[in-house]
């Protein structure tokens, strides 16, 4: 699969990790899409190291920072709370909040660190700078 929807920027620090950072805005009609977009990257990752993300410091081979801002017209601007769910592949929302998020304008930030073996396998994965 190649990504449509999410565009990511990348950096290294000195120590070789490497974060990418995406941030989408699409049309409402495209949220769905982006949604499932965000979850085929989440999941490949989980699958890339299954003990899941958590601080490189401590550790871990990756980790990752998921947030959505919705933009309801005539409204004031609120935080969408969007909870990965690793063990169905989704990113899980209730009704009330899956509704607003498939109708409403939204901006959406990924951002995605790894050591530097994640870093190869995802660049090789989703084609990435």
């Given amino acids: 699969m190649e990504l449509q929807l999410l565009d990511f920027d990348c950096s290294e620090d000195t120590e ?3 974060c990418w950072d995406a941030l989408a805005q699409p049309q409402p009609r495209h949220n769905s899409a982006l949604m499932n977009e965000v979850a085929q ?9 299954a003990q899941g993300p958590g601080p490189l410091e401590d550790g871990a081979n990756w980790d990752f920072d998921l947030q959505a801002t919705l933009h309801p017209v005539g409204q004031a601007s609120q935080d969408a709370r969007l909870v990965f769910d690793a063990h ?9 909040d899956l509704a607003q998020l498939l109708t409403h304008p939204m901006a959406l930030s990924l951002s995605l660190s790894g050591t530097p073996g994640f870093a190869q396998a995802f660049r090789e994965r989703w084609s990435t700078p």
């Fill in 88 to 96: 169905n592949g989704v990113i899980a929302q209730d009704a009330a």
């Fill in 16 to 18: 070789g990790v490497v």
């Fill in 41 to 49: 990257v989440l999941a490949w990752a989980h699958g890339f190291d």
